[in-house]
Structure formats: structure tokens, C-alpha cells
């Protein structure tokens, strides 16, 4: 165990100055190219303030993350040990893919001048293909079961199972994206995440998910130096996908699909919520089931701080994750 938290420690510590260090360089860049969020009208009307605040900030935790993600790997490979890491490679593969796609989104948004980048469909497309590929190539390396066990009860959904997945995959992943509308709300969440996976790795002795555990760690921390309320960056599509899919992708990585539900609970209400709202909306030709969608700009509505919102649902995403214990 020992060894474990140490080799975590080094990762998250490492990440979190390197983070800190980027974001600081990556501001002023993206400000003097005039990459700035624009804030739709249809949004909270508080938030125009914000309006032009640098955006793309996500390169700043992913770069340094595969950057301290390739010593590592240079190291295991050193030792002899690489094709040990497979199933961690893909998953950081998934992720940064994930991210790859919401950089083409921020940039399309950027260069349109509105809030409005890829269609939906085209971003749907290639996240399905995306957690597709993940899940193949996780199956074809015999890095991926198709048995769900819950509660000490095993059951074996074959085939179905890997079209369960690649929608669990996509889903959460987009749940990530919708949870990033308020300052520090989804770098919080994930960092609370982060910290479960930590927890476990250290129980269960496993480098791979504690590898994955202190990227979340160190990055979310060190990105929330700039985005926590007042925001001086906001992460983007291309951090929030990244994120989404890191965390949903090393439970599956562990093959524990039902703890990836749990554990991201924050991100698949914040989903539900929105699509409840537009459910909802056509189904009663105007009526809104929220004050506004997702959850926390009901919040907002409702009279919370931004802050208050964060604290709230960090806690609750404690709670979930402490849930998710029991089900390992």
C-alpha cells in the first residue's frame, strides 16, 4: 500500500505544480487571441459578466497530465513491465480522445463567434464511435469482462453488455461536459471522484487505477488555482469531455460498470436533468419542470451562490462515492 499512495503522491503533486505552471503560461495566450467564452442569452443573465473569459483552459491539466503519464510509462517500460499497462493506455486514450473532440467544438465555437460549435450529431457520432472503438479494443485485449457483479451476485449479459457500455460511456462522458457551467463546479466534482479512485487503488494495490487517480487529483486541484469563483478560465468542452471520460473510464478499466453509475452520480443527474427539462417542455407545450436546466442553474434561480452550489454538490458526490464503496 505503501508504495501505492507513495507513487501517487509523486503523480498528483507532480501534475498539480505542472498544471498550475501551464494555466498561468496558457491565460494570458488565450487572452491575446481573444478566445473567450461568449455567453448565450437564453443563459443566467448574471453570468454575462463572464462574458470573454478565456476558455480552452482544459489544455492546460491535459498536457501536463500525459505529460507525467508518458514518464511513467517510459519507467514501467524500463522495468520491462509495459504490456502490463494496456488497459490503462486505453483509458487515457479514451480520455484524451474525448478531449480532442471537445477541442475541435471550443474551436469551432471560438471561430464562429458564439456559443454554438459542433451539432449535436456530430458530436454524438463521434463519441459513440469513439467508446466503441474503447470498448473493443478493451474486449479484443481481454481487458474487458461482460459479467456485472452487484452485491456479491454475478451475471454474465454477453454481447448486450458491450452495447451497455459504449452507452454508459458516451452518456457519462456528456454528463461531465453539462456539469461545467458554474466556476469550479465540475473540477470539484472530479476532484471528489478522484480521490475515491485513490482510496481504492491504495486497498486493492493497483498502480493503474491510482495512476488515473492522481491525474484527477492533480489536475482538478491545480486547474481550480484559476477557476474557482470568481473564474479567471473556464476548462471547455475540451476539459470537461476529458474529465467525463477519465473518470467513467477507469471504473470500466476496473470492471466495475455499476460503480462507474455510482461514482458519477453528480454528472448523470446533471444529464437527466436537462434532458428532463426539454422532455418535459414538448411533452407540455411550454411547461418547465426546472426553473432552468441543467440542475444547478435551478440552483441559481432558486437564489444560491455559485460557491454554496460547488460545496453542495461536492458533498453529494461524496456521499455517492461512499455508496460506491459498498459496491465494490
Not at 494570458?28 to 476558455?55: A, V, Y
Not at 471522484?193 to 487505477?209: H, K, M, N, R, T
Not at 476529458?242 to 471504473?251: E, I, N, R
Amino acid at each position: 500500500m505503501k508504495s501505492v499512495c507513495a507513487m501517487m503522491a509523486v503523480i498528483s503533486a507532480a501534475v498539480f505544480l505542472l498544471t498550475v505552471g501551464c494555466e498561468r503560461i496558457l491565460i494570458p495566450i488565450l487572452k491575446s487571441h481573444k478566445l473567450g467564452q461568449k455567453i448565450l442569452e437564453i443563459g443566467p443573465r448574471w453570468h454575462k459578466n463572464k462574458d470573454g473569459t478565456p476558455t480552452m483552459g482544459g489544455i492546460g491539466f491535459i498536457v501536463p497530465s500525459l505529460v507525467v503519464a508518458a514518464v511513467f510509462f517510459i519507467l514501467r517500460a524500463v522495468e520491462g513491465s509495459s504490456s502490463d499497462w494496456i488497459p490503462l493506455a486505453l483509458t487515457l486514450g479514451f480520455a484524451v480522445g474525448n478531449g480532442l473532440i471537445g477541442f475541435v467544438d471550443d474551436y469551432c465555437k471560438l471561430i464562429k463567434k458564439q456559443n454554438e460549435g459542433l451539432n449535436w450529431w456530430q458530436k454524438l457520432v463521434l463519441q459513440l464511435a469513439l467508446a466503441a472503438a474503447y470498448v473493443c479494443v478493451m474486449a479484443y485485449t481481454h481487458n474487458m469482462t461482460t459479467v456485472v457483479t452487484l452485491f456479491g451476485k454475478t451475471l454474465d449479459l454477453g454481447w448486450l453488455y458491450y452495447v451497455l457500455a459504449v452507452l454508459v460511456l458516451t452518456g457519462i462522458v456528456n454528463g461531465g461536459n453539462i456539469t461545467d457551467g458554474i466556476d469550479g463546479l465540475a473540477a470539484s466534482v472530479t476532484c471528489v471522484i478522484g480521490g475515491f479512485y485513490a482510496l481504492w487503488a491504495a486497498v486493492v494495490l493497483s498502480e493503474q487505477l491510482g495512476v488515473i487517480a492522481a491525474l484527477l487529483v492533480g489536475s482538478s486541484l491545480g486547474f481550480l488555482v484559476y477557476n474557482f469563483h470568481p473564474a479567471r478560465v473556464f476548462m471547455g468542452d475540451t476539459g470537461s469531455l476529458y474529465f467525463g471520460a477519465l473518470t467513467v473510464g477507469a471504473a470500466f478499466m476496473m470492471n466495475q460498470p455499476v460503480v462507474a453509475v455510482v461514482v458519477t452520480a453528480v454528472f448523470i443527474v446533471e444529464m437527466l436533468s436537462s434532458l428532463l427539462q426539454v422532455g418535459y417542455f414538448r411533452l407540455t407545450h411550454g411547461k418547465r419542470l426546472f426553473k432552468m436546466a441543467p440542475l444547478h442553474h435551478h440552483f441559481e434561480k432558486c437564489g444560491w451562490g455559485e460557491v454554496k452550489i460547488v460545496a453542495v454538490f461536492s458533498a453529494v458526490q461524496a456521499v455517492f462515492c461512499a455508496l460506491a464503496w459498498f459496491l465494490l
